[in-house]
């Protein structure tokens, strides 16, 4: 649904994606290297948050992803290749 672009790295929204059984959404994140595109994350909602819609908009600035989620707006700071929440 939505994507965004950093230099080597994409982030693409899936608000629609499942955990279990529950749609809580995710956001899917590559990174460029020398053998092309691969997936290095895929995050998901804070613990114990109900996010349906999560993923419906990204934005990508250096270590800094962004994502929002009906009304609201989750910041992660990317450590090493894990993204934690800010």
């Known amino acids: ?3 965004a672009t950093d230099g080597n790295t994409i982030a693409i929204g899936s608000p629609a994606d499942t955990q279990g059984v529950q749609v809580k959404g995710a956001v899917y994140v590559y990174e460029r290297g020398a053998n092309g595109w ?3 994350a895929k995050v998901g ?3 114990g948050v109900f996010a349906l819609g999560f993923g419906r908009s990204v934005a ?3 270590s800094t992803l962004s994502i929002g989620a009906n009304g609201s707006l989750r910041v992660y700071e990317r450590s090493g290749s894990t993204w934690l929440l800010d």
């Open 45 to 47: 909602p804070p613990t």
């Open 1 to 3: 649904v939505s994507v």
């Open 60 to 62: 990508v600035s250096g």
């Open 38 to 40: 691969t997936e290095t």
